[in-house]
């Protein structure tokens, strides 16, 4: 494509350089596009960017950062705004686009004006960066480097976000075994000042998780990454080695009772506070007394959790056809709004049980309702349920019945249902316990 070189040089001073001091007569333009370059070449003569379109604005927008063609960017910063970032619907696919692009120029070119952009856009559009975040690091394993790097500017504040993905990625998919590359990675980059400052709690549980994870590593350069990880949240007065002596005893007890989920630092409800609240008194039953360290609920009783996470653990101890056994989870929101949200078994038989996840509210019909997969077929059956940001988990002696995974259902389902999901993700602030078992059920006291 022939052009003029004085014109072209009073444009670009990368351009004026090559021609007048290097004497070069011709540029290579391979690495673009032919309509891009057209675009680019019309703009140098006219100074506008009439031919700008979506699909060759990153390379006219890199022509205009590589040539040094000011005016051009800025005018491609404004088509970035006007153009790329108007959604329609909000949909995943166009937003995906922009924060590619985004991403692209912040990698390649050091650019940060699009990023800044993107993050401003979506914010004030009330797009949900939990669910878009997710979504975005699907496949994580594969994740180019640049994409974390996005992943962690969109975040920016609700480091929470990507704590959640991180851990569901190492339980889930590296099934709690070792650390990756992009695992690693991302653990270096993560704030971890900003993150514990934010969100406490949440450091403290990725803190924990990490720990036992580089305990099972023979890898130095591992060991290093979760040594720099953690020691903002080690105190003025304990080693690393001592926080992984207490990680690693701490295991060894939990791994002696029925389950033990990595990643979760469950926060027990506390029956002893309140015993009168959530107990029978003997002379008001004519039930046999409830067995050492475990407790008969009272239906409807409520109880307040301190942390995010939630295990209990249940007897039952008889066969009770189409009795009920459900929980209630209020869980926090953004602004301090709450979203209500339950979780049912039913007893069909001694070894099948169903069970529904639903919103606060009269469930479906239960003969819909699917099974739990694997109950025992005996009599006594020791139940521990659990919620973490991450997953709901059903243990029947021992046997995982159920493992309802919260960020997977954000992932593949509609649009319309995501917020749903998500939303069961959240910290839980208390929770209601309700029951129709008559006298085979029994709650474990808490020590």
């Known amino acids: 494509m022939r052009t003029n070189s004085m014109i072209m040089s009073l444009n670009s001073p990368v351009i004026e350089n090559l021609t007048t001091d290097l004497a070069q007569t011709s540029l290579e333009m391979d690495d673009f596009t032919r309509p891009a370059v057209a675009c680019f070449v019309e703009a140098m003569y006219t100074g506008e960017a009439d031919k700008l379109e979506k699909d060759i604005f990153e ?109 569901a990625y190492l339980s889930f998919v590296l099934e709690c075994k070792s650390f990756d590359e992009n695992s690693l990675y991302l653990l270096q980059k993560l704030n971890t000042q900003n993150f514990r400052n934010t969100f406490p709690v949440k450091f403290k549980q990725l803190t924990n998780f990490v720990v036992s994870l580089s305990l099972q590593s023979d890898c130095a350069e591992e060991t290093a990454i979760v040594e720099n990880f953690v020691k903002d949240n080690v105190q003025a007065n304990e080693s690393i080695n001592d926080l992984k002596e207490k990680q690693e005893s701490a295991v060894k007890t939990l791994e002696s009772k029925d389950t033990y989920n990595y990643g979760a630092d469950y926060c027990n409800i506390d029956l002893n506070a309140e ?32 942390e995010d996470g939630f295990l209990l653990r249940l007897k039952t101890t008889g066969y009770e056809r ?16 709450e979203h209500r949200r339950c979780f049912i078994m039913e007893c069909r038989t001694l070894d099948l049980w169903r069970y529904y996840i639903s919103r606060y509210g009269s469930p479906l019909e239960s003969a819909s309702w699917p099974y739990l997969e694997n109950v025992p077929s005996v009599q006594v059956k020791h139940w521990t349920i659990t919620k973490t940001s ?14 309802f995974n919260f960020l997977s259902k954000i992932m593949n389902s509609k649009a319309d249902e995501r917020q749903f999901w998500f939303n069961w993700s959240k910290s839980c602030v208390s929770i209601k316990f309700e029951a129709t078992f008559e006298k085979s059920l029994l709650l474990e006291k808490r020590r």
Request: proline fraction near 2%; hydrophobic fraction near 40%.
């Open 322 to 337: 189409e009795k009920k056994i459900r929980f209630d989870f209020i869980l926090g929101g953004v602004g301090g709004s």
């Open 59 to 167: 390379d006219v927008n890199k022509m205009a950062h590589v040539f040094d063609v000011s005016w051009l960017t800025k005018k491609c910063l404004k088509f970035y705004k006007s153009d790329i970032m108007n959604f329609e619907d909000d949909s995943y696919e166009d937003i995906l686009f922009a924060c590619e692009i985004a991403s692209r120029a912040h990698y390649h070119l050091k650019q940060t004006k699009l990023v800044n952009c993107f993050v401003k856009t979506i914010a004030s559009r009330g797009v949900d960066k939990g669910i878009f975040v997710t979504r975005y690091l699907a496949g994580f394993a594969s994740v180019p480097k640049r994409k974390i790097d996005m992943a962690l500017m969109i975040a920016r504040d609700s480091l929470d976000i990507i704590g959640n993905c991180l851990m």
């Open 390 to 403: 991450v997953n709901l988990t059903v243990v029947c002696n021992g046997v995982t019945v159920l493992n």
């Open 275 to 306: 015993t009168e609240n959530l107990t029978h008194k003997t002379s008001a039953t004519n039930t046999d007394d409830p067995e050492l360290g475990w407790i008969m609920p009272i239906s409807s009783s409520s109880s307040s959790l301190s």
